[in-house]
């Protein structure tokens, strides 16, 4: 359960997350599995709200176990308004995050089908 030595990697992954968010419950965006062998570079989240009429709000998780909703969780973002018909940037690449192993990234709305979710990452092994 440890995270590789990235200056020692053999293998760099480019890999893009979607998730529309079709209800206001808690969504894995990324997950790194216990025993993984890899940790990932989250390079960017971005969200887009597709209603044309209404804001909704975005909160964004980062969980201590492979899967969302534990005990753990430290915000990223909490409920930070994203306008009818605009886009977040939530993090860029000049303030990447590494996931270590047996973590996770959840997303929550506060308007179901209101928001999609992009995020660029690279699998580290």
Do not use: F, Q
Request: proline share 2%; glycine share 6%.
């Amino acid at each position: 359960m440890a995270a590789p030595n990235i200056v020692g990697v053999t293998t760099i992954t480019a890999k893009t997350a979607l998730v529309r968010l079709g209800s206001t419950s808690e969504t894995s965006l990324v997950s790194n599995a216990a025993s993984s062998g890899k940790v990932l570079k989250i390079n960017n989240i971005i969200v887009a709200n597709v209603d044309g009429a209404s804001a909704a709000t975005i909160t964004i998780t980062i969980w201590d176990t492979a899967s969302v909703g534990s005990t753990n969780g430290t915000k990223l973002a909490h409920t930070i308004n994203v306008p009818a018909d605009s886009t977040l940037v939530a993090l860029d690449k000049s303030a990447a995050i590494y996931l270590e192993e047996d973590r996770s990234i959840g997303v929550t709305a506060s308007a179901a089908d209101d928001l999609h979710v992009v995020c660029s990452y690279e699998e580290i092994s």
